[in-house]
């Protein structure tokens, strides 16, 4: 039995060759394989708990969560509340928009730390009623808050995470493996 290390192992960040039907058209939106992107590493090394979600629906549940919690403070009325939920659903959506997987317009945010944001950001619009205290004068604000946050939890426990591209912050620059399969 051979027990010496070979150097041909593949590590959940390196770049797997993607055919080309699979990179362009439906086939590739819809891919769930290792081609559709990079395995991220678990965060703590423990999350997420499964890997169920695929990481497209996950995107596309990250801009509905801002969008709603952005517009539940815009029809509030309540000027505390509209200024809470523009500050979270733009912050979710900025960080949606720049993170490292396919249905984002920059990919500047490594998938690992997204998925610590989104624990973060959950926390803070479940948290933003209570704090800033518009929970009792706005209570389906609330609703929505908590509704929007509780399902980011869950979406985030059981989130296949995958970096389009392995963008990386490592110390002191950002390394782009190049796009998958390059």
């Avoid at 009325?77 to 523009?86: I, M, T, Y």
């Avoid at 998938?111 to 619009?125: M, Q, R």
Wanted: glycine residues 12%; proline residues 7%; positive net charge.
């Amino acid at each position: 039995m051979d027990t010496t290390p070979t150097q041909d192992k593949t590590t959940p960040r390196m770049a797997v060759p993607v055919p080309t039907p699979v990179r362009e058209g439906v086939r590739g939106i819809l891919d769930r394989s290792a081609a559709a992107g990079i395995p991220a590493m678990p965060l703590l090394g423990v999350l997420p708990l499964r890997r169920l979600v695929p990481q497209d629906l996950h995107s596309l549940m990250d801009y509905q969560g801002a969008l709603t919690v952005a517009g539940a403070g815009l029809l509030s009325g309540s000027k505390v509340a509209c200024n809470a939920g523009l500050a979270l659903g733009l912050s979710g959506l900025g960080v949606s928009l720049l993170t490292d997987y396919r249905l984002s317009l920059k990919k500047i945010i490594p998938i690992e730390v997204h998925e610590a944001i989104d624990y973060v950001w959950s926390l803070g619009v479940i948290a933003a009623p209570f704090v800033f205290g518009f929970a009792k004068r706005s209570k389906w604000v609330t609703l929505v808050h908590v509704l929007v946050g509780a399902s980011t939890i869950v979406g985030s426990l059981f989130t296949d995470y995958r970096a389009q591209r392995g963008v990386q912050w490592g110390p002191g620059r950002k390394t782009d493996l190049g796009p998958v399969g390059g």
